[in-house]
């Protein structure tokens, strides 16, 4: 007999914990045969794409039917039994070995829940057994760089109890020269508009993510406002920096069809991507997250080819991290960027999978976190390791969401003047100053 290696899995452990919505959620803790240990707990968003890995919750009225229970059962029994023995120095096999384990098509029999923890607490386990950070087993002797952080100022539609329609009103800096500036630039505009909403009389605390939560008249006036907090904050909009949205138009697109509830507009798919370009003439919009509906592809298209490169279109319930939806995206031009939420396809790998066939279509990509949250840090690694350029976790404020962003921090420090910063994003920082000035 061989001698077990020191990265062998000698246990898998569920635990049931909280996120950041009050709501049971699942962490996974892997211990190997050399002592090395790694724990991962797993997100849930609230606007999910039809396609994601489904999370396993009990049902009934035990906290809503929201907990666990069955998840867990999944990890301490048939996920500890399959894996036992495996190299965790071997995510592609282990992942395998979880997606044979669940054998459907969406991880419902075992819960991606239950499988992107395990999988995550793998890849934390293996680093620990190394001796070394996360980002820095992923990449290897492979440079990295920091990402650039794209960040909620408001929040909107299903993290806001559907108040404005839009889902994320956010801001980017591609005109920072580090990371740090970066977060240095967006606090500054957070507490701007913080302040010019009590002016208004419109602050009435903060949604799912840490943003503003919006008291406006319509979706255009948010813009507007956001506008006017970038210059109030002392910084000229589609300078340094400018908006990024997540319409997650699927909340309320359907079939071809369009309704902004706040403003009582109902409109065709023409008439939709119309609006949308108004707004992209009008304010230093750079990036737009799934614009049309998960079912649009042909708008999705003609919307990307009607934007042009100089704006970043992301896929995000319209891929939900798939590297197969990816490529028949791409093949459609329906898109220019992906955004890679491990927890919507289940397993570390899977989300790798999506990342290469994005680079392979010259997508960019975005690593971004869910709206239920929590302390675990994992997609601050995976966005340094894998050099993805861009992260998304939510706002400047909560603990959940500052957990991410003060990691990437600490992990600029340690690097020096071995790091980078990825910077400017696939899109340029002033092609809507230029077109104003």
Request: hydrophobic share 45%; charged share 25%; glycine share 14%.
């Amino acid at each position: 007999m061989g001698e077990t290696p020191d990265t062998a899995i000698r246990e898998v452990h569920g635990r049931r914990l909280w996120d950041s919505r009050g709501h049971p959620t699942v962490e996974a803790e892997v211990t190997l045969a050399g002592g090395g240990r790694g724990r991962a707990i797993a997100p849930a968003g609230a606007s999910r794409g039809s396609n994601e890995a489904v999370d396993l919750r009990d049902g009934g009225a035990r906290f809503g039917g929201l907990d666990v229970r069955a998840a867990l059962g999944s990890v301490n029994g048939p996920i500890q039994a399959a894996l036992a023995g495996m190299d965790a120095a071997d995510q592609e096999t282990v992942d395998a070995r979880l997606i044979e384990c669940d054998g459907s098509a969406d991880k419902s029999r075992l819960g991606g829940n239950a499988t992107v923890a395990v999988s995550l607490a793998v890849l934390h386990a293996a680093a620990a057994a190394n001796g070394v950070p996360v980002w820095r087993h992923l990449a290897g002797c492979d440079p990295v760089a920091l990402p650039l952080p794209e960040i909620q100022i408001l929040g909107g539609g299903a993290h806001a109890g559907g108040r404005v329609d839009i889902q994320d009103f956010m801001v980017a800096a591609p005109g920072a020269e580090s990371f740090t500036e970066a977060l240095d630039i967006t606090a500054e505009i957070y507490v701007a508009a913080g302040r010019l909403l009590a002016a208004d009389g419109r602050r009435y605390g903060v949604a799912d993510e840490g943003g503003w939560w919006p008291a406006f008249d319509s979706n255009e006036a948010a813009l507007e406002f956001l506008v006017r907090a970038i210059e109030a904050a002392g910084f000229i909009p589609g300078d340094k920096v400018g908006i990024a949205l997540d319409i997650a138009a699927s909340e309320f697109g359907a079939d071809g069809r369009y309704r902004l509830a706040l403003d009582g507009r109902d409109m065709d798919r023409d008439g939709w991507i119309e609006l949308l370009l108004g707004w992209l003439e009008r304010y230093p919009i750079l990036s737009l997250e799934d614009p049309l509906a998960e079912d649009d592809w042909q708008g999705m298209a003609a919307f990307t080819k009607a934007a042009g490169a100089a704006v970043q279109i992301v896929g995000d319930d319209f891929i939900t991290t798939d590297a197969a939806r990816l490529a028949a995206a791409a093949a459609a031009g329906a898109g220019n960027a992906v955004l890679i939420k491990p927890n919507q396809i289940g397993t570390v790998s899977e989300a790798k999978a999506t990342l290469d066939a994005a680079r392979a279509a010259g997508w960019g990509a975005i690593v971004s976190a869910r709206s239920g949250e929590t302390e675990d840090v994992s997609v601050a690694h995976l966005a340094i390791g894998w050099r993805v350029g861009q992260l998304k976790v939510g706002s400047f404020a909560r603990s959940e969401r500052m957990a991410k962003w003060n990691e990437c921090l600490r992990i600029e420090e340690q690097l020096g003047d071995d790091g980078g910063f990825a910077g400017g994003l696939p899109y340029q920082a002033t092609r809507w100053g230029r077109r104003q000035s």
